[in-house]
């Protein structure tokens, strides 16, 4: 039984941002300036396997960074909008490239930038350590903090609720 108030049956695609969400809002600084970002496996793992699932995903950033590129584009991740201004542009172009409708999709931010995307997503999604704004928008305040889980936990949720969890692809990388 899923802990989240939304029919897990509509979603056909989740999207992210990364700062504060799919890692710490912590992060070091390389020496040269650029922030390091941590990764979770756990949502590593669900990532690639909503993909190999035929679910759409994407990342929708206000960074831009080689590494986080690269981390999510080798999980099959396809739509990646980095350095992302006004993010609710990148999220209509992911709409309009994929077709989908905004009630399929679940989007998960931390902060302020992520605020009109939120308003739009079919099921919008926080992290328990999100701005206020945030959270007072949100249908689902997941128990995890950013980088700890955040995308598994909606993940394995929607999976489940869907009949595909620990299904055919589940047993490999």
């Avoid at 992210?16 to 020496?31: K, M, N, R």
């Avoid at 980095?82 to 990148?90: G, Q």
């Avoid at 931390?110 to 945030?134: H, N």
Wanted: proline share 5%; with cysteine; net charge negative.
């Amino acid at each position: 039984m899923s802990s989240i108030n939304y029919d897990l049956t509509k979603l056909r695609a989740f999207a992210f941002d990364v700062d504060g969400v799919l890692s710490s809002t912590t992060i070091p600084l390389h020496p040269d300036g650029d922030p390091m970002r941590t990764v979770n496996i756990k949502d590593g793992y669900a990532l690639q396997l909503a993909v190999k699932l035929g679910y759409e995903v994407a990342i929708i950033t206000g960074g831009y960074s080689d590494a986080v590129r690269l981390r999510y584009e080798r999980l099959g991740i396809r739509h990646i909008y980095m350095r992302s201004a006004v993010k609710i542009h990148d999220f209509h172009d992911f709409l309009q490239r994929t077709g989908l409708r905004p009630e399929e999709v679940a989007y998960c931010g931390d902060d302020i930038p992520d605020y009109e995307v939120m308003r739009e997503a079919g099921l919008p999604v926080a992290p328990s350590d999100a701005a206020p704004e945030i959270k007072s928008i949100a249908r689902y305040i997941t128990s995890c903090k950013g980088g700890d889980g955040v995308a598994r936990d909606i993940i394995e949720q929607t999976l489940k609720a869907q009949g595909r969890w620990m299904q055919g692809e589940a047993f490999g990388w």
